[in-house]
């Protein structure tokens, strides 16, 4: 996995300021950051890489404190209702944006109630696998077998970590670039859907490679492709979705932390 900086020391400035205190004195005390998955999510993995250098550079304790569910909701509003003072940060704004587009009844605005701190990008590429009943050994063998279990009206289902998460967007993508029916049965989290996938209750998995490596290693799972730009330098026998003939399929995260900071917005671009 790798992880493209775009932080440094003008994020962390916009960090200071947005906090609405004079940066010699914010932080004073540890600030805590809500992340919309559990542990393990590729969201929190990417925010536990940088947390370290930005605790260096403010001096404070950076808490993670994860809160999935509903799609990102509940971490949302757990950020909505904190006092506006730079110590309850949301991470992955993202998929907020998501939510309130596919929920417009969501309880919160973002553009209203939030203002944008600074932005990360990371390539997360995904791996593909699929539970070892499966009998595809290939993409195509894959894209083949949804195509004739569709057919038969016995889909192959893929699980994901809630109703307009990145997997569900990104597997939905793949059906239409495939013309695939791959069906959708939404989790609350990843390991969730990682033992769904091992007890046989769906049959592949979009999923970020460090959560599932030691099941491929194993063998408990068995991998067909990778959806990054190149093939993944810990399995180089895994083809790319490219390469498997499914184009326009390479992912790319970009996340953000975000204060609610809508009442004095001081950040400046």
Same mark, same amino acid.
């Given at each position: 996995?790798?992880?493209?900086?775009?932080?440094?020391?003008?994020?962390?400035?916009?960090?200071?300021?947005?906090?609405?205190?004079?940066?010699?004195?914010?932080?004073? /005390?540890?600030?805590?950051?809500?992340?919309?998955?559990?542990?393990?999510?590729?969201?929190?993995?990417?925010?536990?890489?940088?947390?370290?250098?930005?605790?260096?550079?403010?001096?404070?304790? $950076?808490?993670?404190?994860?809160?999935?569910?509903?799609?990102?909701?509940?971490?949302?509003?757990?950020?909505?209702?904190?006092?506006?003072?730079?110590?309850?940060?949301?991470?992955?704004?993202?998929?907020?944006?998501?939510?309130?587009?596919?929920?417009?009844?969501?309880p919160y605005k973002v553009l209203r109630d939030f203002v944008p701190i600074t932005v990360t990008a990371a390539s997360l590429g995904n791996l593909i696998v699929v539970n070892?009943?499966?009998?595809?050994?290939?993409?195509?063998?894959?894209?083949? #077998?949804?195509?004739?279990?569709?057919?038969?009206?016995?889909?192959?289902?893929?699980?994901?970590?809630?109703?307009?998460?990145?997997?569900?967007?990104?597997?939905?993508?793949?059906?239409?670039?495939?013309?695939?029916?791959?069906?959708?049965?939404?989790?609350?989290?990843?390991?969730?859907?990682?033992?769904? #996938?091992?007890?046989?209750?769906?049959?592949?998995? $979009?999923?970020?490679?460090?959560?599932?490596?030691?099941?491929?290693?194993?063998?408990?799972?068995?991998?067909?492709? $990778?959806?990054?730009?190149?093939?993944?330098? #810990?399995?180089?026998?895994?083809?790319? #979705?490219?390469?498997?003939?499914? /184009?326009?399929?390479?992912?790319?995260?970009?996340?953000?932390?975000?204060?609610?900071?809508?009442?004095?917005?001081?950040? /400046?671009?």
């Amino acid at each position: 996995m790798t992880v493209h900086w775009r932080v440094a020391h003008a994020a962390l400035s916009m960090l200071l300021v947005a906090a609405g205190a004079p940066a010699q004195t914010y932080p004073v /005390r540890p600030v805590r950051v809500v992340v919309p998955q559990q542990a393990g999510g590729s969201a929190d993995m990417t925010l536990r890489l940088q947390l370290p250098y930005v605790e260096r550079r403010l001096g404070r304790n $950076f808490i993670v404190d994860n809160r999935p569910g509903a799609t990102g909701v509940i971490a949302v509003q757990i950020v909505a209702s904190a006092p506006p003072d730079g110590y309850t940060l949301l991470y992955n704004a993202s998929n907020m944006l998501i939510t309130q587009t596919i929920q417009p009844a969501a309880p919160y605005k973002v553009l209203r109630d939030f203002v944008p701190i600074t932005v990360t990008a990371a390539s997360l590429g995904n791996l593909i696998v699929v539970n070892p009943a499966v009998p595809a050994r290939s993409m195509q063998e894959l894209i083949a #077998l949804a195509k004739e279990r569709a057919d038969r009206n016995e889909p192959l289902k893929y699980g994901s970590q809630g109703n307009g998460s990145g997997q569900h967007l990104l597997v939905e993508m793949f059906n239409l670039r495939a013309g695939t029916s791959l069906m959708h049965v939404p989790y609350k989290g990843v390991p969730a859907i990682i033992n769904a #996938l091992l007890a046989g209750e769906v049959d592949v998995l $979009f999923i970020n490679p460090i959560a599932v490596l030691a099941h491929v290693k194993s063998g408990r799972v068995r991998v067909l492709g $990778f959806t990054g730009t190149s093939r993944f330098e #810990l399995l180089p026998d895994v083809p790319t #979705l490219t390469e498997a003939g499914v /184009r326009d399929m390479e992912t790319r995260r970009r996340a953000g932390m975000a204060g609610l900071h809508r009442r004095e917005p001081r950040i /400046r671009s």
